[in-house]
């Protein structure tokens, strides 16, 4: 089953330097590969850093990081929810410490409703 993993990682742009976002997405790529079934070169991630937003009272030292993870439907809740916590575990290891903020850290694990895919040489 093929997993055509699109990831899209949001995060406060206080966190440029903090969030090694390739070594993030070099980890989870094959490990999430595996655990889904899916091969290697379908996945793909792109990271936006967020240069305004409002967390909880407007604070200054809130920042967040948040992943969509979607995947092709097949998989059951179990999966998913290994997934999801896989890739909390991972994204947290890739944000150094001594940031002075208070991060939250959130992954979506969903399905692609529709999805269409063409390779060009």
């Known amino acids: ?9 949001e995060y406060s742009a206080a966190l440029t330097d903090a969030f090694d976002r390739h070594g993030f997405a070099l980890a989870l790529h094959p490990t999430a590969a595996e655990l889904i079934g899916s091969a290697l070169p379908d996945f793909k991630t792109r990271f936006r ?12 030292t809130e920042a967040m990081i948040h ?3 979607a995947i092709l439907p097949g998989r059951d809740a179990e999966l998913k929810t290994h997934l999801g916590d896989l890739t ?3 994204l947290c290891e890739h944000i150094k410490p001594g940031t002075g903020l208070n991060i939250q850290v959130t992954v979506e694990v ?5 999805y269409h895919k063409r390779w060009l040489p």
């Open 88 to 90: 909390l575990a991972m």
């Open 49 to 60: 850093s967020i240069t305004e937003a409002v967390i909880g009272n407007g604070e200054v």
């Open 110 to 114: 969903r399905d692609i409703a529709s």
């Open 1 to 9: 089953m093929s997993g055509m993993p699109q990831i899209t990682v």
């Open 67 to 69: 992943v969509d993870l």
